[in-house]
């Protein structure tokens, strides 16, 4: 299961990046909706991407980014502490 703090930091960085009229409650982190939700087109999504890395101090695979309209939050989130895990 993802750290609440991930997914709080993710929630966060959405909302700042994304530039959303929401606050983090708002955001149902269980749900995949980036495209359908936030209008978030591929290059948001690099974007996105990119803020995660650097907040996140992780490389993420090329190919992740593509998966990003069908991911939620929690799946994001594990995705990271994966790549920390493996440092």
Known sequence: MADSHVV???????IDVMKLD??????????????????LSSI????????IEREFDVEIADGYVRT???VSLIDLANYIEDL???G
Do not use: C, W
């Open 44 to 51: 948001d999504a690099l974007e996105f991407m990119v803020h």
């Open 68 to 70: 990003l309209p069908r």
């Open 84 to 86: 920390q895990a493996q």
């Open 8 to 14: 709080s930091r993710l929630k966060h960085l959405l």
């Open 22 to 39: 929401l606050t983090p409650e708002q955001i149902d982190a269980d749900r995949n909706y980036f495209q359908e939700k936030f209008g």
